[in-house]
T-cell receptor, first 116, second 114 residues
Framework: AQSVAQPEDQVNVAEGNPLTVKCTYS??????LFWYVQYPNRGLQFLLK????DNLVKGSYGFEAEFNKSQTSFHLKKPSALVSDSALYFC??????????????WGAGTKLIIKP | EAQVTQNPRYLITVTGKKLTVTCSQN?????MSWYRQDPGLGLRQIYY???????DKGDVPEGYKVSRKEKRNFPLILESPSPNQTSLYFC?????????????FGSGTQLSVL
């Protein structure tokens, strides 16, 4: 069955340190992968996507994500965290195989807390 | 400004009292969708629409109705709300249904059913 896992409910990082938010997926075909961010009392905002090509994808606000096919992972990273990065982060995969109808499969979300 | 507008932001109601949450987008998007967000469960899709007059069930459609009479509007209707429908609801739109497209989200509607 298609699924997305974000193994950490919460990640705590000190400001200025690198951060990683983990995501693994399981789909039957080739995945299209997305990261979205949700700031308090706001809707989700698109951060970045992986379709094909370079395994390292750069997105908004200095974030990047690394696609690893062998580990079926798409971890979100940032070299130096800011307090303003504190938010809820969602990984999503779009399965383009079979009868999936291109719908997104969402992870449960990871709360990122950056401490000054 | 390109946006998805949901109303109301907050709604408290009682069991069985019909309600409608409105959603409108000004980007001429073909695709629209409703999600509910519950702690620990992430986003679950309720209904989606690939274009005017075309709607399909998502993962959790029970107890909800939608309509897509115009391209810009996609209201969510709860005919007889129950407490288990207490949740945070999001409307989203995308240029097309196609795999490459990112979604634009509204600011959410926090619904409490007493």
């Amino acid at each position: 069955a298609q699924s997305v896992a974000q193994p950490e409910d919460q990640v705590n990082v000190a400001e200025g340190n690198p951060l990683t938010v983990k995501c693994t997926y399981s789909v039957s075909g080739n995945p299209y992968l997305f990261w979205y961010v949700q700031y308090p009392n706001r809707g989700l905002q698109f951060l970045l996507k992986y379709i094909t090509g370079d395994n390292l994808v750069k997105g908004s606000y200095g974030f990047e994500a690394e696609f690893n096919k062998s580990q079926t992972s798409f971890h979100l990273k940032k070299p130096s965290a800011l307090v303003s990065d504190s938010a809820l982060y969602f990984c999503a995969v779009r399965d383009i195989a079979g009868d999936s109808n291109y719908q997104l499969i969402w992870g449960a979300g990871t709360k990122l807390i950056i401490k000054p | 400004e390109a946006q998805v507008t949901q109303n109301p932001r907050y709604l408290i109601t009682v069991t069985g009292k019909k309600l409608t949450v409105t959603c409108s987008q000004n980007m001429n998007h073909e695709y629209m969708s409703w999600y509910r967000q519950d702690p620990g469960l992430g986003l679950r899709q309720i209904y989606y629409s690939m274009n005017v007059e075309v709607t399909d069930k998502g993962d959790v459609p029970e107890g909800y109705k939608v309509s897509r009479k115009e391209k810009r509007n996609f209201p969510l209707i709860l005919e007889s709300p129950s407490p288990n429908q207490t949740s945070l609801y999001f409307c989203a739109s995308g240029r097309t249904q196609q795999a490459l497209e990112k979604l634009f989200f509204g600011s959410g509607t926090q619904l409490s059913v007493l």
